[in-house]
């Protein structure tokens, strides 16, 4: 009797404790890796003339006369990469706007926004950046988000369709 009540409480504990799925956390800390929600997708605008949408495959550039698109598709790799950094960065946890909250403000005019939008698991998370509005505590705290949007940029602007595109005629001073 004593035997049977050892081993349903030893059944007991592991069906509480799930080892299976704690194996699997391991092993994605392990390789740093995280699994992508099915619907990941994020939208990138450079503040200038610039933007991408990876749920449409989308990069978009501003002309004077008009806006040219081009379809552009991320690998499974470079998706993998983009979101294992937003996961690093705790994305979901920045503001929604870096800002100076105090200190010499460095202000600059045209000053330029730098935006990421995520959505992933359900959720939507919108994070902006003022280069023309900041300071070196501000830059500091930015940097994470400002590594995701360089990161994302360089995997960008090596793509074919991006090369071959004129480059915008519209200029900020």
Known sequence: MKKLKAVII?????????FKDKKASVKLQK?????IPADFSFVIN???NDSY?????SFY????????TVKVELTNEEKEKIYSLIMKINFFKMPIKFEPKNGI??????GCVKS????ADGKKKFVSYDFGFTNDLNDKKA???LDLYKMIWDILYKKKEIIELQKSDVHYK
């Open 10 to 18: 030893v059944f007991a504990i592991f069906s509480l404790f799930g």
């Open 31 to 35: 390789n740093e890796k995280h699994l």
């Open 46 to 48: 450079s503040g200038r």
């Open 53 to 57: 949408n990876s749920q449409y495959g």
């Open 61 to 68: 550039r501003l002309y004077s006369e008009e806006e040219k």
């Open 105 to 110: 403000i460095s202000m600059s005019s045209p």
């Open 116 to 119: 990421i939008v995520v959505y």
């Open 143 to 145: 940097k994470p988000f």
